[in-house]
Protein backbone atom coordinates (compact mmCIF):
# COMPACT_ATOMS: atom_id res chain seq x y z
CA UNK A 1 0.00 0.00 0.00
CA UNK A 2 1.81 3.12 -1.22
CA UNK A 3 2.06 6.03 1.40
CA UNK A 4 0.31 8.22 -0.99
CA UNK A 5 -2.78 6.41 -1.09
CA UNK A 6 -3.51 7.41 2.89
CA UNK A 7 -6.01 10.48 3.54
CA UNK A 8 -3.69 12.01 6.53
CA UNK A 9 -6.89 13.34 8.04
CA UNK A 10 -8.96 10.19 8.55
CA UNK A 11 -6.16 7.79 7.97
CA UNK A 12 -8.07 5.54 5.48
CA UNK A 13 -6.73 4.71 1.76
CA UNK A 14 -8.05 7.18 -0.53
CA UNK A 15 -11.20 5.77 -2.99
CA UNK A 16 -10.18 5.39 -6.72
CA UNK A 17 -13.06 4.14 -7.75
CA UNK A 18 -14.26 7.45 -9.24
CA UNK A 19 -16.43 5.92 -12.06
CA UNK A 20 -19.43 4.43 -10.05
CA UNK A 21 -23.01 5.38 -10.89
CA UNK A 22 -24.40 8.78 -9.29
CA UNK A 23 -27.94 9.18 -8.20
CA UNK A 24 -29.91 12.51 -7.46
CA UNK A 25 -32.87 12.81 -6.51
CA UNK A 26 -34.84 13.40 -9.47
CA UNK A 27 -34.05 9.52 -10.91
CA UNK A 28 -34.81 7.74 -7.54
CA UNK A 29 -38.77 7.18 -7.65
CA UNK A 30 -40.65 6.13 -4.72
CA UNK A 31 -42.58 3.02 -5.73
CA UNK A 32 -44.09 1.51 -2.07
CA UNK A 33 -44.33 4.02 1.00
CA UNK A 34 -45.41 2.10 4.01
CA UNK A 35 -44.73 2.75 7.73
CA UNK A 36 -41.46 0.58 8.34
CA UNK A 37 -40.62 -0.37 4.69
CA UNK A 38 -40.16 1.35 1.62
CA UNK A 39 -39.20 0.36 -1.75
CA UNK A 40 -37.31 2.60 -4.45
CA UNK A 41 -36.53 2.75 -8.36
CA UNK A 42 -32.85 3.92 -8.70
CA UNK A 43 -31.99 5.05 -12.28
CA UNK A 44 -28.49 4.97 -12.50
CA UNK A 45 -28.21 5.62 -16.31
CA UNK A 46 -30.80 6.28 -18.90
CA UNK A 47 -33.41 3.31 -19.48
CA UNK A 48 -31.11 1.17 -15.99
CA UNK A 49 -32.80 0.97 -12.98
CA UNK A 50 -32.48 -0.81 -9.26
CA UNK A 51 -34.82 -1.49 -6.61
CA UNK A 52 -33.72 -0.21 -3.38
CA UNK A 53 -35.89 -1.85 -0.09
CA UNK A 54 -35.27 0.65 2.83
CA UNK A 55 -36.61 1.89 6.04
CA UNK A 56 -35.52 5.51 5.19
CA UNK A 57 -37.15 8.07 3.44
CA UNK A 58 -36.17 9.44 0.33
CA UNK A 59 -34.04 12.44 1.24
CA UNK A 60 -31.82 9.83 3.52
CA UNK A 61 -30.93 7.02 1.65
CA UNK A 62 -27.82 5.54 1.83
CA UNK A 63 -27.60 5.33 -2.22
CA UNK A 64 -27.60 9.27 -2.42
CA UNK A 65 -25.20 9.77 0.32
CA UNK A 66 -21.62 11.11 -0.76
CA UNK A 67 -18.54 9.14 0.42
CA UNK A 68 -18.03 11.21 2.92
CA UNK A 69 -21.67 11.46 4.73
CA UNK A 70 -21.77 7.49 3.87
CA UNK A 71 -18.37 6.84 5.67
CA UNK A 72 -19.78 8.30 9.01
CA UNK A 73 -23.52 7.76 8.91
CA UNK A 74 -25.52 6.19 12.15
CA UNK A 75 -26.98 2.88 10.65
CA UNK A 76 -30.62 1.79 11.31
CA UNK A 77 -30.57 -1.00 13.96
CA UNK A 78 -28.92 -2.51 16.84
CA UNK A 79 -27.75 -6.57 17.40
CA UNK A 80 -26.63 -6.66 20.49
CA UNK A 81 -24.62 -9.88 22.20
CA UNK A 82 -26.08 -10.08 25.37
CA UNK A 83 -23.53 -12.20 27.80
CA UNK A 84 -25.28 -12.92 30.70
CA UNK A 85 -22.77 -13.82 34.06
CA UNK A 86 -24.56 -16.36 36.91
CA UNK A 87 -22.94 -16.64 40.25
CA UNK A 88 -20.80 -19.50 39.90
CA UNK A 89 -21.62 -20.36 36.03
CA UNK A 90 -19.36 -19.75 33.20
CA UNK A 91 -21.10 -16.97 30.96
CA UNK A 92 -23.85 -17.72 28.24
CA UNK A 93 -25.13 -16.00 25.14
CA UNK A 94 -28.58 -14.89 25.77
CA UNK A 95 -30.55 -15.47 22.38
CA UNK A 96 -34.74 -14.99 21.51
CA UNK A 97 -37.02 -16.64 19.40
CA UNK A 98 -38.84 -13.97 17.96
CA UNK A 99 -41.59 -14.53 14.85
CA UNK A 100 -40.01 -13.07 11.58
CA UNK A 101 -42.82 -12.39 9.56
CA UNK A 102 -41.18 -12.55 6.11
CA UNK A 103 -39.50 -16.19 6.85
CA UNK A 104 -42.96 -17.73 8.72
CA UNK A 105 -41.25 -18.56 11.28
CA UNK A 106 -39.66 -17.90 15.52
CA UNK A 107 -35.99 -17.51 14.07
CA UNK A 108 -33.30 -18.11 17.03
CA UNK A 109 -32.17 -14.42 17.49
CA UNK A 110 -30.21 -11.96 19.58
CA UNK A 111 -31.39 -9.13 21.02
CA UNK A 112 -31.93 -6.30 18.41
CA UNK A 113 -33.98 -3.34 17.30
CA UNK A 114 -34.42 -0.15 15.11
CA UNK A 115 -32.58 3.13 16.83
CA UNK A 116 -35.16 5.48 17.32
CA UNK A 117 -35.26 9.15 17.40
CA UNK A 118 -34.75 9.55 21.43
CA UNK A 119 -31.80 7.36 20.83
CA UNK A 120 -30.20 9.40 18.45
CA UNK A 121 -30.77 12.86 20.37
CA UNK A 122 -28.16 11.17 23.51
CA UNK A 123 -24.55 11.72 23.48
CA UNK A 124 -24.27 7.82 22.32
CA UNK A 125 -27.07 6.55 20.42
CA UNK A 126 -25.54 3.00 19.27
CA UNK A 127 -25.64 2.47 23.39
CA UNK A 128 -28.46 4.14 24.68
CA UNK A 129 -30.39 2.40 21.69
CA UNK A 130 -28.95 -1.43 23.18
CA UNK A 131 -29.97 -0.77 26.61
CA UNK A 132 -33.10 0.08 25.59
CA UNK A 133 -33.81 -2.64 23.48
CA UNK A 134 -32.35 -5.03 26.13
CA UNK A 135 -35.29 -3.82 28.95
CA UNK A 136 -37.85 -3.93 26.07
CA UNK A 137 -36.88 -8.03 25.06
CA UNK A 138 -35.12 -9.32 27.95
CA UNK A 139 -36.83 -7.06 30.96
CA UNK A 140 -33.26 -6.46 31.91
CA UNK A 141 -32.00 -2.73 33.11
CA UNK A 142 -28.33 -2.02 32.70
CA UNK A 143 -26.32 -1.02 35.19
CA UNK A 144 -23.78 1.24 35.42
CA UNK A 145 -21.45 -1.93 36.66
CA UNK A 146 -22.60 -3.27 33.51
CA UNK A 147 -20.30 -3.87 30.36
CA UNK A 148 -22.26 -2.07 27.00
CA UNK A 149 -18.96 -1.94 24.04
CA UNK A 150 -19.85 -0.94 20.70
CA UNK A 151 -18.43 -3.97 18.51
CA UNK A 152 -19.06 -2.75 14.84
CA UNK A 153 -20.48 0.46 14.09
CA UNK A 154 -22.49 0.18 10.99
CA UNK A 155 -22.77 -2.89 9.09
CA UNK A 156 -24.78 -3.27 6.07
CA UNK A 157 -27.49 -5.99 6.22
CA UNK A 158 -28.21 -7.34 2.52
CA UNK A 159 -26.67 -4.51 0.30
CA UNK A 160 -27.90 -6.69 -3.28
CA UNK A 161 -31.37 -5.50 -1.70
CA UNK A 162 -31.79 -3.01 0.92
CA UNK A 163 -29.65 0.25 2.40
CA UNK A 164 -30.64 -1.44 5.93
CA UNK A 165 -27.27 -1.46 8.09
CA UNK A 166 -27.21 -2.44 11.85
CA UNK A 167 -24.57 -1.86 14.52
CA UNK A 168 -22.90 -4.76 16.71
CA UNK A 169 -22.46 -4.41 20.08
CA UNK A 170 -22.03 -6.28 23.36
CA UNK A 171 -23.78 -6.36 26.50
CA UNK A 172 -22.01 -8.02 29.49
CA UNK A 173 -24.94 -8.39 32.17
CA UNK A 174 -24.16 -9.73 35.93
CA UNK A 175 -27.90 -11.32 37.31
CA UNK A 176 -28.76 -13.21 40.49
CA UNK A 177 -30.77 -15.05 38.60
CA UNK A 178 -31.81 -16.10 35.37
CA UNK A 179 -35.60 -15.26 35.99
CA UNK A 180 -34.81 -11.73 35.79
CA UNK A 181 -35.40 -12.49 32.32
CA UNK A 182 -38.52 -11.75 30.89
CA UNK A 183 -40.45 -11.43 27.53
CA UNK A 184 -43.26 -9.22 28.83
CA UNK A 185 -42.48 -5.84 27.39
CA UNK A 186 -42.98 -6.93 23.57
CA UNK A 187 -44.31 -4.40 21.63
CA UNK A 188 -46.63 -3.87 18.87
CA UNK A 189 -45.63 -6.64 16.19
CA UNK A 190 -43.16 -8.23 18.10
CA UNK A 191 -43.81 -11.72 18.56
CA UNK A 192 -41.57 -13.87 21.34
CA UNK A 193 -41.64 -17.78 22.50
CA UNK A 194 -38.56 -18.03 25.01
CA UNK A 195 -35.06 -17.79 25.71
CA UNK A 196 -31.83 -19.62 25.19
CA UNK A 197 -29.06 -19.39 27.10
CA UNK A 198 -26.17 -20.71 25.17
CA UNK A 199 -22.75 -22.02 26.83
CA UNK A 200 -19.61 -22.40 24.90
CA UNK A 201 -20.55 -26.07 23.79
CA UNK A 202 -23.85 -25.35 22.29
CA UNK A 203 -22.84 -22.23 20.99
CA UNK A 204 -20.01 -24.22 18.92
CA UNK A 205 -22.99 -26.52 18.13
CA UNK A 206 -25.23 -23.84 16.49
CA UNK A 207 -22.83 -21.84 14.52
CA UNK A 208 -20.82 -25.31 12.97
CA UNK A 209 -24.46 -26.50 12.01
CA UNK A 210 -26.30 -23.21 10.90
CA UNK A 211 -29.00 -24.91 12.56
CA UNK A 212 -30.73 -24.55 16.33
CA UNK A 213 -31.94 -27.03 18.25
CA UNK A 214 -35.23 -27.47 16.40
CA UNK A 215 -32.97 -27.85 12.91
CA UNK A 216 -34.28 -24.26 12.02
CA UNK A 217 -31.82 -21.77 10.01
CA UNK A 218 -31.07 -18.66 11.56
CA UNK A 219 -30.20 -15.16 10.52
CA UNK A 220 -26.55 -14.19 9.76
CA UNK A 221 -26.98 -11.75 12.78
CA UNK A 222 -27.48 -14.61 14.79
CA UNK A 223 -24.26 -16.67 13.38
CA UNK A 224 -21.87 -13.67 13.87
CA UNK A 225 -22.89 -12.53 17.38
CA UNK A 226 -22.47 -16.80 18.05
CA UNK A 227 -19.04 -16.39 16.78
CA UNK A 228 -17.91 -13.37 18.41
CA UNK A 229 -19.08 -15.22 21.82
CA UNK A 230 -16.83 -18.20 20.66
CA UNK A 231 -14.02 -16.02 20.39
CA UNK A 232 -14.07 -13.98 23.32
CA UNK A 233 -15.68 -16.46 25.91
CA UNK A 234 -14.23 -19.80 24.44
Known amino acids: MAGSDIDKKTGFRENPYKDKPQYTKDNVVTLCDAKFIRLYDLQYREGAHYCDASRRVKEELVALKSDEEFRSMQPDAVTIAVVVILPGEAPKLLLNYEYRYPIGQYLLSPIA ?10 DNPLVEAAIREIHEECGLVVKPTDKVTVLNPCALSSPGMTDESNAFLCAEITLEDASEVTQAGAEGTELFAGFELVD ?3 AEKLFTTGRDSYGNFFSLATWAVLGYFLREYR
Request: aromatic share 0%.
Open 113 to 122: GLIDPGDRDG
Open 200 to 202: VAE
